[in-house]
Each structure stands twice: as C-alpha cells, then as structure tokens.
C-alpha cells in the first residue's frame, strides 16, 4: 500500500469517528443534562389543570375578606378557559389592582405562582374597605397546556393587542421578511447536532452581513405577515384578546379612580433579577423609577435595553384610558423574570430555542431526541426548573410589589 493511500485511509477513518460521535453520541449526552422540571410543589405547578383548579380555589379566600366577589370565564376550547376573580371594595371603590398571566402561554406557570404568592403575601396589607382586585389565570390557555408562548392560532397575543387594525400598518416589518429564511426554516428538523450546527453557522453569516440589530428588529417589533412565522401578531382581535380588551373597558367605567395592572412573563432580561418594565407613558427616568419603586432593576424608556413592540397589553390599556377615562390614575407595567440571562451569547441561545420551537411545531421531526431536546430547552427558557431561580423570583415578585402597591398608594 502507497503511503499516500494509507493517509487517506486514516483521515476517512478519523471522520467517520468524528461523524458518528457528532451523529449519536452528542445527542445522547445533551439528553442526559437536560434538566429535569421538579414535582409540582408549594406555588410552581406543572400542568396547566391543576393550576387552573387551584385558581378557583382562591373563592374562599377572596369570600373572606371582600363582599363581592364574581368570577368570569371565556372558553377558548373546552376546558381550556381564561378564569378571573374580581373582588370590589367593601365601602369606598377607590384603588383597583389587576394582575394578568399567561397572555405567552407557557409563561402562566410562573405568572400562577406568582398569583398564588399575591394572594399569600398582600391580602392582608391591603385596605379592603377601598380596595379591590381582579386576578387573571391563563389569558392563552393553550399556549399554556401546550408550553408555547403562542397560542391556538400560532398568534403572540402581546403583539395582539392593536389600537386600531384599519390603521396599523401590517407590512412595517420588513427585517423580517428579508430573514425569513433564517427565522423560519420551511423543512423537517434533523439530527439535533447538525440542526444547531446549521443554526451557527447561518447566524455568523447573518450577523456577519447585518448585525445583531437587524435580528433584534425582526424579532421583537412582532411581525403581521407570516401566519407559520415567529412573533406573529395575528390579523385582527383573537379571542383571549378581545375577552381582555372588554375587561380593561369594564374597569375603566367603574368609579375606581386608580388602578394598578401588573402584567407577568417570563424570559427577558437577567436570569436572578426581575426586571419592572414600563409601559412607553412612563416619564420617569430608569434611576427615578428605581428609587420610586425600592427595587434595583426597572426598565423605562430612557434604559439603553427598553425596546418598542407593536400590540402590547399595558400598552393598550393605557392608550383606551387616555381616550374613555383620561382623568383616572392608571398604572400598567410589566414584571419580567428573566430567565437566559444578558449578553449576546443569551440572545443567540433564544433565538435558537424559539426558531426551532417553531420549525418542530410546523415541520416536526423524524428524531424523538430532537423533540425531547427542544422542548426541554423551550421549557426552561420560559419555566426554568431550578430551585434557585424560583426562589428569587419569589422574593423579587415581593419586593416589587411592595414597591408598586406603596407607589400608587395603595399599601402603607
Ligand atoms: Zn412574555
């Protein structure tokens, strides 16, 4: 044998290693450090049933210490409802405080437990006799028994919530459209090793050519064109959306005169602090607010991180009181725990998980440890299993809580 042939032998040799510890042995490894969500336990519960069955449970409690109290509901499917609690002041309807969850589905599991340590930390504090609540489980109920942020329709009901559709201008995200190729790959999803080794290599050249803020802009403005696409804003009203649309009009004709709205997700910003993000009304400055509020992260439209979406709910609430009850007090906000992390290597992470998300919804796979995979890390990104995250989720949920409830005057 010519050494050059034994040379070739030897290299063929060492890729077909290479290849096949890249085809079934990496796959086997990222399966074994998946992590793995905890028993439903104290507040964090893991199927969308059970946390609805709990919700309803807060009946008796609510009966306790307010004399009205109704419950509403809307059906997007069967069992799959949006369930809220409204509970009226005793004497005086001055102050009223609505906390939303699950309007990104799969964030509602955080948003029930933080409803749950709502009802365990604040009912107390708060002057019944002029203050009432209404609470909101499951705004995307399927979103949330599906463990999607989207809901029945693939729409991102956060990019729902449209002033006006015979206006809005539906074709203004045109970064999107330029990568749509990248954004929403039109094919099954192979083996998860050359799947994310394909998704590296097409985001250096995308960042290459673009930047990182072309990606940014197509992503988070939400997009109105493609239907099978991610952040897709939808065509007109869904139902969870038109449902909540009439609730905010009810309150706004109440006689309560200020109100607090709390809307909760989950996935933006630093992984062990929660960030309060303002509404675009906010005319505070970041250090302003941090220094209003006692919490050391809030994001206001002068914050170097504040971004502009098209059709979000404290936003839309905020512009239908300005036009049916201008002279009330309102507060919209979002709290957001955050779950990947800064920098630039935590948004490439989430831009993976959410592309690849999408293609398994609409494409599927031929590999059962490609799904196995990416709805684990689709989970985590918006569910994160681990103790220590929910722990301070928990402590921060309280602590910008106090700080919102003194702010407009509604605790001591
Ligand atoms: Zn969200």
Do not use: C
């Not at 004399?67 to 809307?74: G, I, M, P």
């Not at 001055?94 to 933080?114: D, K, P, Q, R, W």
């Not at 929403?184 to 590296?200: A, C, G, H, M, V």
């Not at 106090?402 to 407009?408: D, I, M, S, T």
């Amino acid at each position: 044998m010519s050494m050059l042939k034994s040379k070739w032998i030897k290299f063929g040799f060492a890729f077909l290693v290479i290849f096949l510890f890249l085809h079934f042995i990496v796959p086997l490894l990222i399966l074994a450090n998946l992590e793995k969500p905890p028993a439903s336990s104290s507040h964090f519960i893991n199927t969308f049933e059970e946390s609805k069955e709990r919700f309803l449970t807060y009946e008796e409690s609510l009966n306790q210490n307010w004399n009205t109290v109704k419950r509403d509901s809307l059906s997007v499917d069967g069992d799959a409802t949006i369930d809220l609690w409204w509970a009226d002041a005793n004497q005086q309807k001055t102050n009223l405080i609505i906390i939303t969850s699950g309007v990104h589905g799969v964030e509602g599991y955080v948003g029930s437990a933080m409803l749950d340590i709502f009802l365990e930390n604040f009912i107390a504090p708060l002057d019944k006799e002029n203050t009432g609540i209404v609470l909101v489980h499951g705004v995307n109920p399927i979103g949330m028994m599906e463990m999607r942020r989207y809901n029945e329709n693939n729409v991102d009901l956060n990019r729902n919530f449209i002033y006006n559709w015979d206006t809005f201008d539906k074709e203004m995200n045109t970064d999107y459209e330029d990568l749509k190729a990248f954004l929403q790959p039109e094919n099954k999803i192979s083996t998860i090793t050359w799947r994310d080794l394909k998704f590296y290599g097409e985001i250096a050249k995308t960042v290459l050519t673009d930047g990182t803020t072309k990606i940014e802009k197509a992503l988070l403005s939400g997009q109105y064109t493609q239907p099978k696409g991610v952040y897709y804003g939808g065509k007109d009203d869904e139902p969870s959306t038109e449902f909540i649309k009439g609730l905010f009009e009810e309150i706004l004709l109440t006689e309560y005169a200020n109100i607090l709205h709390v809307d909760l997700h989950t996935g933006y910003g630093p992984r062990y602090q929660m960030s309060i993000f303002s509404s675009g009304k906010e005319t505070m400055s970041q250090e302003e607010a941090q220094e209003a509020f006692g919490y050391p992260l809030v994001f206001t439209p002068d914050s170097d991180e504040y971004y502009v979406t098209n059709g979000d709910v404290p936003e839309y609430f905020a512009m239908l009181k300005e036009e049916i009850a201008p002279s009330k007090s309102l507060y919209s906000t979002t709290f957001e725990f955050g779950t990947m992390g800064d920098g630039l290597w935590a948004s490439i992470d989430s831009v993976k998980r959410t592309i690849m998300e999408n293609q398994m919804i609409h494409h599927g796979s031929n590999d059962e440890h490609s799904k196995e995979i990416l709805d684990s890390r689709y989970r985590e990104m918006f569910y994160p299993s681990e103790q220590k995250w929910r722990d301070k989720a928990k402590a921060d949920f309280i602590q910008a809580m106090e700080g919102v409830l003194k702010f407009n005057n509604m605790i001591e």
